[in-house]
């Protein structure tokens, strides 16, 4: 699997396609955290935004690959396995730029609560965002492995269902990442630190099913 995953990685450097998710989620930060905003506001900002940044990052690498050396692979290492990585690459390309993004709001916000009154522990705070980062990464991923191939091949149904998918996490009450971002934006108004287990519990979960089929499915289509 390491090899599969350096392989994948290269692939993904080399095309340099992963500069447009990388470039949007800037652009999120740029304009979601502002300097001297409360801090868990923006640690919430940042793990929103990294949800459909990890959806995109899945689709560029599950299609990073031409058929015939995608074929190849396949018959090397199994298609499973190679799918796995795949998506493998992508969910800890989104998990570093998440690292990334927490530390750039908690450099640019002030620990304090939205009302400015009480102080917000910054530690516990910045652990509470990377695991909301989790939370939201893994939706994401689970989202990129059943909207893309081998799930769905056609463009034309994989990117909207793409993107319904991806705003549906992230608005319905019964998301894990929504309820993430929820806890730590609800927290900022009292300056209370939620730490959400969790949602990012139950995130790992839907992606480890969502993974899981998307590979077997792999296996069955080559």
Not at 35 to 46: K, Q, V
Not at 204 to 211: D, K, N, R, S, Y
């Amino acid at each position: 699997m390491k090899a599969l995953l350096g392989y994948q990685t290269e692939l993904l450097t080399r095309s340099q396609r992963w500069l447009s998710p990388l470039v949007l989620y800037a652009a999120f930060l740029a304009v979601g955290v502002q300097w001297g905003e409360p801090l868990l506001d923006g640690l919430g900002y940042t793990s929103a935004a990294l949800l459909p940044v990890t959806a995109w990052l899945v689709r560029i690498c599950v299609n990073g690959e031409p058929d015939a050396a995608r074929q190849c692979s396949a018959a090397a290492a199994g298609p499973g396995r190679v799918h796995l990585a795949s998506l493998l690459t992508a969910f800890l390309g989104a998990c570093l730029l998440g690292a990334a993004g927490t530390a750039f709001a908690v450099a640019a916000s002030e620990p304090y609560s939205s009302e400015g009154h009480v102080a917000v522990p910054l530690w516990p705070a910045a652990g509470a965002g990377l695991l909301a980062d989790l939370a939201c990464a893994l939706l994401g991923t689970a989202v990129g492995a059943l909207c893309n191939r081998p799930v769905m091949r056609s463009a034309g149904w994989a990117v909207p269902s793409g993107m319904l998918a991806v705003l549906l996490a992230l608005v319905a009450a019964g998301s894990p990442a929504n309820a993430a971002v929820s806890g730590l934006v609800t927290g900022s108004h009292s300056g209370t630190v939620t730490v959400p287990y969790i949602p990012a519990a139950l995130s790992a979960g839907a992606a480890l099913l969502a993974v899981a089929f998307a590979c077997r499915q792999a296996g069955r289509r080559v």
